[in-house]
């Protein structure tokens, strides 16, 4: 574990960080406090767990100690952060709700959590892509498509050998390019008026 990669590490999450700042600022109106407060907390949970593994990396990469603890907490909380925000999402499109709940349960086994993973990042990218069409911008709509696609391969490539530093850097240029996608995506909406967008539930078109 290099220096460079602990920072390389460090510029998805404040990629995503962003992102979810101009989310967060322009759906705040269109939006119940319950579908919000899923919203903000499912990103702020994957934003935290991202500089928890990134704060890890640093400290191992720099012979302070090897603070697993930090690495551990990634997946969970990654993986409960896209699920809060996917059913933020999911009021959104579909209800006109009050307030709305989540328990994500803890297992042994890590397949849950990646099941989970995939809902949940499906959920949040496809419905921030049916937002862009709506808003009639398909070459939006793809950002998002190809960040989910390059989330999927960062899914596949985090189960290889990391401890293989060029499988590392292919990895981290993978998350990166998905997050630079998904902060584009993000701007694009923002810059075509998505604040003051005049929202229709998807429930009362259908």
Request: with cysteine; hydrophobic share 55%.
């Amino acid at each position: 574990m290099s220096v460079p990669m602990a920072l390389m590490d460090l510029l998805p999450v404040l990629l995503f960080t962003a992102a979810s700042m101009v989310l967060m600022h322009d759906l705040y109106h269109m939006m119940s406090k319950g579908a919000f407060a899923l919203l903000s907390a499912g990103l702020i949970t994957v934003c935290a767990a991202g500089f928890y593994k990134a704060l890890w990396k640093l400290l191992y990469a720099l012979n302070i100690c090897d603070f697993t603890v930090l690495n551990n907490a990634f997946f969970p909380m990654q993986t409960t952060g896209f699920i809060l925000a996917a059913l933020g999402m999911a009021g959104l499109m579909f209800f006109h709700q009050k307030a709305a709940y989540a328990i994500v349960p803890v297992y042994a086994s890590s397949m849950p959590f990646v099941i989970l993973m995939v809902l949940g990042t499906a959920g949040l990218w496809g419905s921030l892509a049916d937002v862009a069409l709506r808003m009639k911008k398909k070459k939006t709509a793809l950002l998002f498509a190809f960040s989910f696609a390059c989330m999927m391969a960062m899914g596949y490539l985090s189960s290889r050998d990391f401890t293989d530093p060029a499988m590392n850097w292919i990895g981290e240029t993978v998350n990166t390019a998905g997050m630079l996608l998904f902060l584009a995506g993000a701007v694009c909406l923002h810059r075509g008026g998505m604040e003051s967008f005049e929202w229709k539930y998807r429930a009362d078109r259908l």
